[in-house]
């Protein structure tokens, strides 16, 4: 008789159901927003300014333009410039004295004002200070100077002709420049200071842009005296 048939395959399992959906991912946050830029530092302090070498020279004057009389010849025994931190005077290779009229042959030329004082040397006198009303005193150093101060000495005698008021220049790159202004009472005594001047801080300060004035101009001349009457 015929085998019997075989019993029929197993049915398949049923399929497993689907996984349940996941939700949709949110979008990525927007980045937060950079910082605004630091401020720059300040910038750094300048550089502390060099000694000022540059305003050094060896051309100095002074124009004196008036004495304790009226009308008189102008003079000085010494006159010393003093450098910053020094107490010896600064050496001076030359002055002259232009417009000026000196004896010289008296030992009184404007050199005698830088001599080294000395009461038994000369003095430097100018006679035409009675008639231009003013005296100008150029002053060469042996070597270029920042000069902070000054002094002046009475002469001998003639009282009269000490000088009251003048100005005190310096000359760089070819203008003068004004430094100082005095109005002084004069000593009434021989070989005097009239005491040390300092200049201060005009001296370190730069030429100004204008040139300084000229000396001022001399007095106009005084009238003929009248004629005598008649006889």
Not at 12 to 31: I, N, Y
Not at 34 to 40: H, K, L, M, N
Request: hydrophobic residues 30%; negative net charge; contains cysteine.
């Amino acid at each position: 008789s015929p085998p019997p048939p075989s019993p029929p395959p197993p049915s398949p399992p049923p399929p497993s159901p689907p996984p349940p959906l996941s939700p949709p991912t949110p979008p990525p946050s927007p980045p937060p927003p950079a910082p605004p830029p630091a401020c720059p530092p300040p910038p750094a302090s300048p550089p502390p300014s060099p000694a000022p070498t540059s305003l050094a020279t060896d051309e100095w004057r002074f124009i004196f333009t008036a004495t304790r009389d009226v009308g008189k010849a102008l003079q000085l025994q010494e006159i010393e410039l003093y450098a910053a931190g020094s107490t010896a005077p600064l050496a001076v290779a030359e002055a002259t004295n232009p417009g000026g009229a000196s004896p010289l042959e008296l030992n009184q030329g404007p050199d005698m004002a830088f001599d080294g004082f000395d009461a038994n040397d000369g003095k430097w006198l100018d006679l035409n200070m009675a008639t231009n009303g003013y005296s100008v005193l150029e002053i060469r150093l042996a070597q270029p100077a920042i000069v902070v101060a000054y002094q002046l000495y009475t002469a001998n005698h003639a009282f009269g002709r000490n000088p009251v008021a003048w100005t005190f220049w310096r000359k760089l790159s070819g203008e003068w420049q004004l430094l100082d202004t005095r109005s002084a009472i004069a000593p009434n005594e021989p070989f005097t200071s009239y005491v040390v001047s300092d200049i201060g801080f005009p001296v370190f300060s730069p030429p100004p842009t204008n040139p300084p004035p000229s000396p001022p101009a001399p007095p106009p001349s005084p009238p003929s005296p009248p004629a005598p009457p008649s006889p």
